[in-house]
């Protein structure tokens, strides 16, 4: 139905929306072809609508007082958090989930330009780093750069007053360690996601972009999914292995989410997108995809949008979202939050209804954060 109704808007204008519209409609680098009038009505839908970008490291904050000289944190450069948020308030960002990275000290660039770990935590290191890098997000919060986001009134809030809200979250589960209670700590300190596994293999299991050393969740694993069910903590399961996602699905009593990634195609493979059969053990268990745009089969904005509406064909428009990985993607296709507006700008165009484009920009992640579903998990899946 959704696709079919593309086509038949395919070409046409969307309908210009009162009040001014801007004067000009989205750059040519995009690849996007929006009258002025259809970017106009991107921005107003902002203003009717709370956004989230489900995953970003805004300004690559976690490097801020970063003792470390891997080649990974050097190329990254430091930190911008400031020129970053101003252009999330420009674009009319309601939220973001701000990232730490557990495993960032480790990460070296391949030679295949991705990333890998090139050694192993010393004692005692994955906890300090989770501890100074959500201290950075306590920070920011206590100068009121950012609003908090601890829950939807939150974000509820920060919309009404124009103010970027920071959901506090984490990529890689290495600092809980095999020790529980880190879990419910991390919930303490207003952390609301982890994925669980990111480049480095873990206690709790495998990335998908190397070779399994476990079939899927390790015992440690499974122990971490129950207990961030538990604790109200959204289990992300980008970067892990289809094992991982599998029986973590088979356990999760609580929708989970594939945060950034995108399908792959006959056309198009590459280890960090995933097979429509991975996605929808996410989706079919109440869960969300938030596509990425990286430069991973993407030359434009233009590109990445129609990998958006791919998602939609494939998990259906409750299931999807928007996960940049700004400011530390790969190759990307956007690149400003001054141009968040151009994401729903582009959908209603291309002939998404209104409220569609509302569960994709953040109504969906909003539903996970609420926490109102749960899931019996497949016990015959464990």
Known sequence: MIATRRRLLAGLSASAVAGPALAQGAPATTGLKLTPAQ?????????????????AHPGVFFLRDYAGANATAKAMGPPFEAKVLAAMAQGHVTAALFNCVADAALLERT????????????????????????????????????????????????????????????????????????????????VRAITIIHYHPNQIGDPQTSAPRFPGLTDVGRDVVREMNRAGIIVDLAHASFGVVRDAVGISTRPMMLSHTNLKRPDLDHPRLVSVEHARLVTEHGGIVGSWPSGIGHKTMADWIDSILR???ALGVDHVAIGTDMDANYLPVFGDYADWPLIPAALLARGLHEAEVAKIMGGNFLRLLGGRETVKPDRAKI
Request: glycine share 10%; no cysteine; hydrophobic share 50%.
């Open 311 to 313: 998602l939609v064909d």
């Open 39 to 55: 970017v106009a009505a991107g921005r107003a839908f902002l203003a009717r609508h709370p956004s989230v970008d489900v995953h």
């Open 111 to 190: 030679p295949a330009g991705g990333l890998a770990p090139a050694r192993e935590f010393q004692p005692g290191e994955a906890w300090a780093e989770y501890r100074r890098q959500i201290g950075l997000l306590h920070a920011m919060v206590a100068r009121h750069e950012v609003a908090p986001g601890r829950n939807v009134a939150d974000i509820t809030a920060a919309q009404a007053a124009r103010k970027v809200a920071a959901v506090f979250a984490v990529e890689g589960g290495d600092f809980i360690e095999n020790r529980m209670e880190r879990v419910h700590a991390a919930y303490g300190d207003g």
